[in-house]
């Protein structure tokens, strides 16, 4: 058993990333996907272009679905693509306010074999399953992510106030490193990557098949390392939904940056617990749907949009 940022997690025998049982899980910070599982995979096809036919051979995503378990009992599968399961199971738990610090686990067991992660919560720690159960949903996202669906107030999420300074032209530089780290995201046209920041550089990189799970991906991996995520900017390559939003409010990221579109209740949100959100960011263009403060260009012109700097 190892103590790994705060939880403690049995290591079966056998994990198939190539770590050793007695290795613990993320000692470092990654700034490249790790190249360990099985993400993409060579299939034939038969291609048609410009009247031509021949065969040939795609990159395609792969696809598994992931049982969680909390003290033995299930609670959701999730379909997501191999690798990173821990993370992914530690994130989902904060990022949808299941647990509230790490020291709410007592274990982490991991069976990739079957695709599950067993997880054990402390005997002073109570999950409430009837609510969980009343308020679940399939979520908009891709790989029918799930997610916990309450009205906004009546989730408790303080709002954000930390700063994160930035420039245009920072953030868009650091938009087009983000996107070119996953060479998976680009060979099969079906792999979403999140990543965390600083001003200048990539932190925690991870991708998945699901827009959610990539996002629980970094989270994870960053309450392992305990990293400081409010200091923090989340970047993702596909659009930014209310439960996505919800989940970065929660754990108090500052700005969150997509290369694609946002909806009108993630902007309303983002407004509301004081989140900047920032979509089609992209070379020489960004759209600030809300907190513009935490750009330097753009500072001076809360007025401009709803929201601003609230001090």
Known sequence: MHNVGGVMREMPVG??????????????????????????????????????????????????????????????????????????????LFSEGLVHTTADILNMVPDTARGQVFIRLRDSVTFDWESFNRQRTISSGCARGLTLTRRL???????????FDIGFDDLTALMSRFLQISEHHHQTGCIHVAALADASSIKIFREDIGRHNAIDKVIGAAMAQHSPIERCALLVSGRISSEMMLKAARIGIPLVATRAAATDTAIRIADRLGVTLAGFVRAHRVNLYSHPWRITETRSMTGSITGGHDE
């Open 153 to 163: 107030e009546e989730t408790g999420i303080a709002s954000v106030r930390a700063r």
């Open 15 to 92: 994990r198939i990333d190539g770590a050793s049982a007695t290795s613990p899980l993320a000692t470092t910070a990654p700034v490249s996907p790790r190249r360990s599982a099985a993400v993409a995979v060579v299939r034939p096809i038969v291609a048609l272009r410009k009247g031509m036919i021949a065969v040939s051979t795609d990159s395609v995503a792969t696809e598994q679905p992931l049982t969680l378990f909390i003290n033995d009992r299930e609670l959701l599968t999730i379909l997501c693509s191999p690798g990173e399961v821990e993370e992914l199971a530690l994130g989902y």
